[in-house]
């Protein structure tokens, strides 16, 4: 008995009917550059916790292959810091295209005092 290999296709339209050209995560980070003004070094390391250089393998992966799958353990991260629905990097995980993880607070928010500690 042989097994056949399930390929999985990304989408090819947005929730709201537009056209996606090419992978996700290659609009994710031109919208991030240009609009929201973050190098990609930023991007990567601030907002995704990896370095510059796994995200340039990734990114030449994705040019390479438009249905280049994104590891499912990182897709958090960067359906955060690039304000894309999960369902765009991994639908096989997110099955819902509106589905989408809140933005974490702000660094400029102060941490509450620490009560001290009674003996």
Known sequence: MTTKETT???PRRWANGTRIPRHPLLIGLERARF???LS???IAIDHMGI??????QWVESC???RDYLL???????????LEIAPYYF???CWPTPEWTFKTPPTATSAPAAA???QV
Not at 51 to 56: C, R
């Open 63 to 65: 040019r390479a292959d």
């Open 35 to 37: 609009e929201r003004k």
């Open 115 to 117: 009560e001290p500690l």
């Open 71 to 81: 590891p499912p353990d990182r897709v958090v991260q960067m359906s955060i810091a």
């Open 40 to 42: 990609t070094r930023k």
């Open 51 to 56: 370095t510059q250089q796994a995200l340039h």
């Open 90 to 92: 991994r639908p096989d």
């Open 8 to 10: 999985i296709r990304l």
